[in-house]
């Protein structure tokens, strides 16, 4: 019942800094700042110029005693008093210089989010410490997600002030077993875990509420077992939210519970949560995704560090649960997808194309508690030492040089959103500080790690990316687009080119003589092309249908669009109770005027308590379309709902209702029936004739946070749409299979490299593919890469779409500088896997 699209954090705002010396980086291109670099750099002189040069905290050397500070998490924890009860909240956001409280305009004053990650703090660092203050702090933080759960187990977000008026309908903020929830789990699991030792009473308050919400995360397993096909990748299908990186918070807390309370239900439901991510990992050392377990069911390729607790979740669930092979899914990740961020340099995502950009401490902590979980269960001092080297981006290893976290305040900056000292943000809010205090407290006691806290760059091999759409026309004029994301990745650098018939085009980037001296691996990134696309159709109608919702008058010849299938859900896959409860099809027709409109939805229940803007919060169809099958935006976003005010058609585009646009709603035995007539001028079509084709989309929720339409995929994004086609009685549609599309690459005076694209089972996709199966070695000075269409030619050409080339050494080498003088260097083999580690004495 919900919209399908809902926030799960807090926005960076990179602030104006004063410039430093760049760290050595690996050439990358693309990344240039442009004209709006220029301004910044230009406002940047006249601080620096005008005598305001900002100033910067510095570290001291210090014992590990003093490494963990929680004075500024102490400073953003406000104890309030709500139903009289002693809670606490936690300020959002801190900005420099000042570091006052800043609240979220509009989303509230304090989260779940949040809260419950900064109540793991305390627990965590009141057991190494046995302080009290941490033990009461941690009892006010637990005390306000007790307030924020429903009786259901799913909970609230936000709340608006100190008084504890809830956020209810925010999209950060919506009733929920999503983030939240699943980080409220996670406090609570831990403060029953803590607490049980301590005080029983209330581990045991803390303890109803846990299992209120493992009854609602249980009650989402109904279809364990079942797996989709997603590309041709296999994909547990009962992994909740459809989302491995929610699901493995919610692991973290199953497992913390069951720790302190073992018990068979909670045992069943950690075994199903953490087979199904476990099992989720694809690719290998050079094959992508390079052995990841990605972060979204129903994208294969993409992976984000933002809360990407996969591996973490597995390695501490196999602990608790003496599971080899989840610890063993998790190395296998550990040792070649995440052991890439520390051989060549950290990103934020990849999908296809790693991005650099972002980097905040929410994404760096995750890395850090992975390698310290691997180093716990298998005593591998290989794992110890790649933590520390994680964290050492705290302390300035990083790509831009500067420090991030400073123990004498305990403040931890915001982000990092370029390789300059002026793109830190060096504001310190909630999640960067308690996300930072995570990862110290975490390897405060593991000397094998603390010794690399403070290792430097010193030099190393990296990738080049060059921007396909960039490349020089060599003949014909290629197609430009626009995008940033796709719904299962993002466009690198945000465009993309398609090359058609006779269509050529080159690229050239350089190499240092250094850098001519290593072995390479060359991909591409492209989309895949589904083999079976072609338009569905819809036909004109002979006569206009009344539109009463009855479905009398509709030709039962007409085809139908269906979302019926566990593979259409987005999200939410465990909530599905199969086609004959939950599922809607839908019947097209055309005239000169509308497009005609008959959705039957299957339903145990219609709730619909709202009008006109918040129907999202109940029972509505969602419409999408775009007025080309290639359109770069959607033309229309529209929902038909029955609401206590009778039938609404509600335009998301125009805000308001949708122009000319007549509904019918009418309920039926275990479900209901929407009928519409929408002019073609709503969907920004004008003149619609026979053979014209347009993009549509139509889903709907099935409860909580899911949502399912006739593509499985995200259905704002213009480009996952069907096409359809308007046609006539007895129109000829021969020639609208789809084309065979391929790829011809050659690098420098090499063979080319035909890869063929039209290879999808189900739905277009952005790939990273390997052309070269043995390394080849590329010139010091110019390289060039051509490339040209290479398939289907004459009157069914197609389009061959291109993101970017990945030039990648075969081996990856960073070399470190250790304060005391040692020289580290590390090595990772791509292509076999293996690793090595050095010091020398400097």
């Given amino acids: ?433 308690i996300e930072g205090l995570m990862s110290l407290i975490a390897l405060a006691e593991v000397p094998e790690a603390l010794d690399y806290l403070y290792v430097s760059p010193a030099g190393g091999n990296g990738y080049v990316i060059v921007q396909a759409e960039s490349g020089e026309r060599v003949v014909g004029t290629p197609t430009y687009y626009s995008v940033t994301w796709t719904g299962e990745g993002y466009v690198s650098a945000g465009r993309y080119v398609g090359i058609g018939e006779g269509q050529r085009m080159r690229a050239a980037f350089e190499l240092s003589p250094e850098q001519a001296e290593d072995d390479y691996l060359v991909y591409v990134a492209h989309m895949r092309q589904a083999a079976n696309a072609g338009a569905n159709l819809v036909q004109r109608a002979e006569t206009p249908p009344l539109i009463d919702g009855s479905a009398a008058d509709w030709s039962p010849d007409l085809p139908v669009l269906a979302a019926e299938t566990s593979q259409q859900l987005l999200r939410g896959g465990g909530l599905w109770q199969g086609a004959e409860v939950d599922s809607h099809r839908v019947t097209l027709a055309w005239d000169d005027d509308n497009l005609y409109v008959l959705a039957q939805v299957r339903d145990p229940e219609h709730v619909q308590e709202f009008t006109l803007s918040t129907v999202w919060q109940g029972d509505t169809l969602w419409f999408y379309v775009t007025n080309a099958p290639d359109a770069r935006r959607l033309s229309a976003k529209f929902t038909l709902s029955q609401t206590p005010d009778g039938p609404q058609a509600w335009d998301w585009v125009g805000t308001g209702f949708l122009p000319g646009a007549t509904l019918a709603f009418e309920p039926g035995d275990g479900g209901y029936t929407y009928e519409a007539a929408i002019p073609w001028s709503a969907l920004d079509i004008e003149a619609p004739t026979a053979g014209m084709e347009f993009g549509f989309e139509v889903g709907r929720g099935i409860g909580g946070s899911s949502f399912m339409d006739l593509t499985g995929r995200d259905p704002d994004v213009p480009s996952n749409l069907l096409t359809l086609m308007l046609a006539e009685p007895d129109m000829d549609l021969s020639g609208s299979a789809a084309p065979q599309v391929a790829l011809d690459v050659r690098l420098n005076d090499g063979d080319s490299v035909i890869l063929p694209e039209t290879v999808s089972p189900d739905s277009d996709y952005f790939w990273l593919d390997l052309l070269t199966a043995e390394p080849v070695r590329l010139l010091a000075g110019e390289n060039i890469i051509r490339y040209r269409y290479a398939g289907d030619e004459g009157e069914n050409p197609g389009i061959s779409k291109v993101d970017a080339f990945y030039i990648q050494p075969v081996t990856a080498r960073r070399l470190l500088q250790h304060p005391d003088g040692r020289l580290i260097t590390l090595t990772y083999n791509t292509l076999t896997g293996e690793t090595a580690w050095t010091e020398t004495e400097g």
């Fill in 1 to 433: 019942m919900s919209c399908p699209n809902q926030g799960n954090g807090h926005d960076i705002v990179v602030s104006l800094r004063p410039p430093s010396l760049f760290t050595p980086l690996p050439a990358c291109v693309g990344e240039g700042t442009g004209v709006r670099g220029f301004f910044l750099l230009l406002l940047l002189l006249t601080l620096l110029f005008s005598g305001g040069v900002l100033a910067q905290e510095t570290a001291p050397s210090m014992s590990t005693d003093d490494l963990v500070n929680l004075d500024h998490l102490r400073f953003l924890t406000q104890p309030v008093t709500i139903d009289d009860t002693d809670m606490a909240i936690v300020h959002i956001y801190s900005e420099y210089p000042d570091y006052e409280w800043v609240d979220a305009a509009g989303e509230g004053l304090s989260a779940v989010d949040d809260v419950a990650r900064a109540a793991v703090v305390y627990l965590w660092h009141y057991e190494r410490t046995g302080d009290p203050e941490l033990l009461e702090l941690a009892r006010r933080c637990l005390n306000f997600v007790l307030y924020m759960q429903v009786e259901d187990g799913e909970f609230y977000n936000f709340v608006y002030d100190a008084e504890g008026t809830i956020n209810q309908r925010g999209s950060t903020s919506f009733k929920s077993l999503g983030w939240w929830a699943m980080r409220g789990l996670w406090a609570l699991g831990e403060g029953v875990r803590v607490f049980d030792a301590v005080d029983s009473d209330y581990a045991g308050q803390l303890a109803e509420a846990y299992l209120r919400t493992e009854a609602a995360l249980a009650a989402t397993q109904t279809n364990y077992g079942d797996y989709n096909d997603v590309h041709g990748f296999r994909v547990p299908a009962w992994i909740p939210s459809s989302e491995p990186r929610i699901a493995a918070i919610g692991l973290l807390g199953l497992a913390a519970y069951q720790q302190a309370r073992p018990n068979e239900a909670t045992a069943a439901l950690i075994t199903q949560i953490a087979d199904g991510i476990a099992e989720y990992r694809l690719g290998d050392h050079s094959t992508y995704p390079f052995g990841m377990h990605p972060a979204l069911a129903n994208a294969p390729g993409f992976w984000h560090d933002w809360g990407a607790h996969m591996t973490h979740g597995l390695v501490v669930a196999g602990m608790v649960m003496d599971r080899q092979d989840w610890i063993d899914s998790a190395a296998a990740d550990a040792n070649s997808f995440l052991l890439r961020q520390l051989a060549f340099e950290r990103f934020r995502h990849i999908g296809v194309v790693p991005s650099r950009l972002e980097q905040i401490a929410y994404g760096t902590n995750q890395i850090v508690l992975t390698y310290k979980a691997l180093y716990d269960a298998t005593g591998d001092v290989q794992y110890a030492r790649y933590a520390g080297l994680a964290a050492s981006w705290y302390f300035g290893n990083n790509m831009a040089g500067v420090q991030m976290y400073f123990p004498e305040s305990g403040r931890v900056y915001d982000g990092i959103n370029g390789p300059a000292s002026f793109r830190v943000n060096r504001n310190s809010g909630g999640e960067s500080t």
